[in-house]
């Protein structure tokens, strides 16, 4: 399974945008990268997904290198709502052979 | 289809009690997934379902910890002879068939507490 890597924790401001740098440099070739968004006392919830270059939702933005070995996940003037804690995964859900597996995540503290 | 349903949503029991938990996934989806997190971690994969078969099993899942999904539809999982260890949120979710890039749709957990 590809390893992630990402900060333990990210401070920020109202208005500021926020990205969030993921490692993964054992991304296999079938393996697709996924970031979800987590609150206390509730499950996470899928924010965005890519394979390669760019991709944009109403939501957020992911950037993915052209070596595929790392992700940034790009948040636009963030909100205090923001705060909250942001994974970054790595899996093969092309064919689905195995689960997602989580890291510890990234802690995202929004301050006013 | 209001989306992943969790029961009960907080159960506290005592030591060695068994305990069974219940999630309704969301109704198209036929990929079932169990997790247990622990607070400041990430959330640990359990097990996973596709319709009625039980495809993956962590080592996680000691043998006090069964799951079942006996029409393809709701799973529950089931602790026995719990212990304070098991205290954690345990979280149901649900997705479509392999090949569909939307994610998974995770419910609110059942926080467990043995004390």
């Known amino acids: 399974l590809a390893k992630t890597t990402q900060p333990i924790s990210m401070d920020s401001y109202e208005g500021q945008e926020v990205n969030i740098t993921c490692s993964h440099n054992n991304i296999a070739t079938n393996d697709y990268i996924t970031w979800y968004q987590q609150f206390p006392s509730q499950g996470p919830r899928f924010i965005i997904q890519g394979y390669k270059t760019k991709v944009t939702n109403e939501v957020a933005s992911l950037f993915i290198p052209a070596d595929r070995k790392s992700s940034t996940l790009s948040l636009p003037r963030v909100s205090l709502s923001d705060t909250a804690v942001y994974y970054c995964?790595?899996?093969?859900?092309?064919?689905?052979?195995?689960?997602?597996?989580f890291g510890s995540g990234t802690r995202l503290q929004v301050q006013p | 289809d209001t989306g992943v349903s969790q029961d009960p949503r907080h159960k506290i029991t005592k030591r060695g009690q068994n305990v069974t938990f219940r999630c309704d996934p969301i109704s198209e989806h036929n990929r079932l997934y169990w997790y247990r997190q622990t607070l400041g971690q990430g959330p640990e994969f359990l097990t996973y379902?596709?319709?009625?078969?039980?495809?993956?099993k962590s080592r996680l899942l000691s043998d006090r910890f069964s799951a079942e999904r006996p029409k393809g539809s709701f799973s529950t999982l089931e602790i026995q002879r719990t212990e304070q260890g098991d205290s954690a949120m345990y979280l149901c979710?649900?997705?479509?068939?392999?090949?569909?890039?939307?994610?998974?749709?995770f419910g609110s957990g059942t926080r467990l507490t043995v004390v």
């Open positions: 995964l790595v899996g093969d859900e092309g064919t689905g052979r195995r689960a997602l597996t």
């Open positions: 379902f596709q319709n009625e078969a039980q495809l993956e």
């Open positions: 979710a649900s997705s479509f068939p392999a090949g569909d890039l939307y994610g998974y749709t």
